[in-house]
């Protein structure tokens, strides 16, 4: 059990650029959850996959961000036409197929700065 | 809908003396708790939870925490603060019976003087 891994870690883009980032979750974790964190706040939950089901969707998940998970196994997250409020650190997480009460795992996050 | 409540901002204590980083929470039903660990630059790890039956719950590293359900609390204690202790501290919280999505509090950092 290598835990849930995050790529890249770091991603520098310009505005309007479109840019993709890869979870891939611990092996056999069927639910997937993404959060963004800014600075001195708390995880803000962005979407839920259980297996390759997108269940739950925030609002405030605008248009530009859209995340797949085929398969059920390694999730993308992409946001189109960066802008550079969407300046955060992006957090994947999984949790186990066994139980309703397990907690989730969180990857290392990727650091998106939008210049 | 569920909320949580981390109302410091900052907790400082010294090296030795007891810890306790408070949490305070708001779901329909029963709750799901947790507390989490997150080093700059670095992902949050699971330190506790509640889910059912004792109150004082242990976990990773020392930490307690205590589940109080008639003043929606779940506050996080160390009998011994170390300062490798110093760090940011979540609390988070779901209801048992609903979406399997956990909200997380603002955070608090935790700053241990040696």
């Known amino acids: 059990d290598t835990g849930v891994s995050q790529d890249p870690r770091h991603k520098i883009t310009k505005r309007g650029q479109n840019v993709t980032f890869r979870c891939d979750p611990i092996?056999?974790?069927?639910?997937l959850y993404w959060y963004r964190q800014t600075l001195g706040q708390g995880p803000e939950f962005l979407t839920y996959?259980?297996?390759?089901?997108?269940?739950?969707k925030s609002r405030l998940l605008s248009d530009r961000f859209s995340a797949e998970r085929p398969k059920g196994s390694f999730s993308t997250l992409e946001i189109q036409r960066t802008e550079q409020g969407d300046s955060a650190m992006y957090l994947c997480?999984?949790?186990?197929?066994?139980?309703?009460?397990?907690?989730?795992?969180f990857g290392q996050g990727t650091r998106l700065t939008v210049v | 809908a569920q909320s949580v409540a981390q109302p410091e901002d900052q907790v400082n204590v010294a090296e030795g003396n007891p810890l306790t980083v408070k949490c305070t929470y708001s779901?329909?039903?029963?709750?799901?708790l947790f507390w989490y660990v997150q080093y700059p630059n670095r992902g949050l790890q699971f330190l506790l939870k509640?889910?059912?039956?004792?109150?004082l719950v242990k976990g990773s590293y020392g930490f307690e925490a205590e589940f109080n359900k008639s003043q929606t609390s779940f506050h996080l204690k160390k009998p011994s603060a170390l300062v490798s202790d110093s760090a940011l501290y979540f609390c988070?919280?779901?209801?048992?019976?609903?979406?399997?999505?956990?909200?997380f509090g603002r955070g608090t950092s935790l700053i241990v003087h040696p």
């Open positions: 092996s056999e974790h069927n639910r």
């Open positions: 779901v329909s039903g029963n709750p799901y």
């Open positions: 996959f259980q297996n390759e089901a997108q269940l739950e």
């Open positions: 988070a919280v779901r209801a048992s019976g609903g979406s399997y999505i956990p909200t």
């Open positions: 997480a999984s949790s186990s197929r066994t139980g309703p009460n397990t907690e989730a795992f």
């Open positions: 509640y889910i059912t039956g004792d109150n």
